[in-house]
């Protein structure tokens, strides 16, 4: 299943961020050689001894505030421990327990779920014993921290970790094809949803944001069984700012990790915003099998030109999805809506592909052939070994004299090549640099 979350929280100035930065480390930076993967640095990814998890950032909580800002920063915190498995409460251990300290752990109290305290700003043994006051929080055990240096924050993880849910196995056989169908609010995730499983089977609303939880079903088709998962909207908490819609991509992480295909969800008469492509950009780095799926369709002003137009644009956008294939469809009047489950089966199917080592490495051969790889200062890359790691998506290992030496145009043009002989449409490949012992 998903990663864990942890949410952050606190009130204002307590050292949230530094926290965050130091659970995430280097994670939150773009890697990616393609252009076109963003990032927001409301969300990272942290591990702990193994156990990997998400971390939520928030906006400092102020209670009894009229400031529209601060108002917007609570509903965000709200949200963020509505998604959490584990919340982790910041407070200052240099100014004590405050009245706004007290509130909030009430607040957190009502919520039912694990809760653990730390006190910042701890930064020496001789101010540890400041945590002892905030016993009276009723959180339990306060764990003295400095976020600054790095202190204490082993024994807090272990906290947290110990409030995760169990490493749960696989319980669906290998040939059920999970799928998840991802999107900003209001792009047509429920219908399409409804087109799909051929039926009434999840709330449609055309108020983006309706209230419903991610949703799994199971069916069969043509003899192939599918666990279909809908990750419709956001909670709706009074008046919700549209900023808020950032929490739509962690409901959309959870459930593209539980996935093996995901359908990338845009609205055909919207045209395409820096939220698809946020979103697209977690299931290309998950290493899920990706279609790009363009709805309403049918309400598009349309001549003989503007489907390319359209898939231009989009190759333009998501560069890094350049192996995803694309389907324009109609919800509402079912239109291609038959196209969808056999790319579904057809891309599964390539992000499962094995292929045997003898024929990977004469493909590596005659490309360093026709090709000959990079030099630097006089030595040349040389790909000894080639061989796939794993499946889910293909990952492949080269052995090479020098992993120095590879440079990412080489290793785009390796990709390229496998690509072209096995046909890996709809998947991300994985590449692997090692030097040869």
Do not use: C
């Not at 009894?64 to 108002?71: A, K, N, P, R, S």
């Not at 039926?199 to 003899?223: K, L, M, Q, Y």
């Not at 390319?308 to 809506?337: C, G, H, M, W």
């Not at 796939?388 to 990952?395: D, E, I, M, Y």
Request: proline share 5%.
């Amino acid at each position: 299943m998903g990663l864990p979350v942890v949410a952050i929280v606190g009130r204002p100035n307590v050292g949230k961020s530094t926290i965050f930065n130091r659970l995430v480390g280097e994670r939150i930076a773009i890697v990616e050689d393609k252009p076109g993967v963003t990032r927001d640095r409301l969300y990272g990814k942290g591990e702990w001894l193994n156990r990997y998890f998400h971390v939520i950032d928030t906006g400092g909580i102020e209670f009894g505030e009229t400031d529209e800002i601060l108002t917007q920063m609570r509903y965000q915190a709200e949200l963020a421990i509505d998604e959490a498995d584990v919340i982790l409460m910041i407070a200052d251990g240099r100014t004590g327990v405050t009245d706004a300290d007290q509130e909030l752990a009430r607040m957190l109290n009502r919520t039912g779920k694990p809760v653990v305290l730390a006190v910042n700003k701890l930064d020496n043994p001789d101010m540890r014993l400041e945590a002892f006051d905030f016993y009276q929080l009723g959180l339990g055990e306060p764990f003295p921290i400095s976020g600054a240096h790095g202190l204490g924050l082993g024994d807090m993880l272990e906290e947290i970790t110990k409030h995760f849910p169990p490493v749960e196995t696989d319980d669906d056989a290998d040939d059920v094809i999970r799928v998840s169908i991802i999107g900003r609010p209001n792009v047509g995730k429920s219908s399409l949803t409804n087109a799909i499983l051929g039926e009434e089977r999840v709330i449609v609303s055309e108020i983006a944001g309706t209230t419903r939880d991610a949703i799994d079903t199971p069916f069969t088709r043509d003899g192939q069984e599918y666990v279909i998962v809908d990750t419709a909207g956001m909670r709706k908490r009074g008046k919700v700012y549209e900023s808020t819609e950032k929490y739509s991509v962690m409901r959309a992480m959870k459930a593209i990790e539980d996935s093996d295909v995901v359908l990338v969800v845009l609205n055909g008469e919207e045209g395409i915003i820096e939220q698809d492509k946020k979103i697209a950009g977690y299931a290309h780095e998950a290493g899920r099998a990706v279609i790009i799926v363009v709805n309403k369709w049918d309400a598009v002003e349309k001549d003989d030109k503007t489907m390319n137009r359209f898939t231009e644009e989009i190759r333009e956008e998501f560069k890094f999805l350049d192996y995803a294939p694309i389907l324009f469809v109609s919800a509402k009047t079912k239109q291609r809506i038959h196209t969808i489950l056999p790319k579904v089966n057809q891309v599964a199917e390539s992000h499962a592909m094995r292929v045997p080592t003898s024929t990977l490495n004469e493909l590596i051969n005659e490309a360093q052939i026709m090709a000959p790889p990079p030099t630097d200062k006089g030595k040349r890359l040389r790909i000894n070994y080639a061989t796939q790691a794993a499946v889910k998506p293909p990952t492949f290992i080269l052995f090479v004299n020098d992993p120095e030496l590879m440079h990412f145009s080489y290793e785009r043009y390796i990709e390229n090549k496998i690509r072209q002989a096995f046909v890996f449409e709809g998947t991300p490949i994985r590449i692997l640099t090692r030097k040869k012992t």
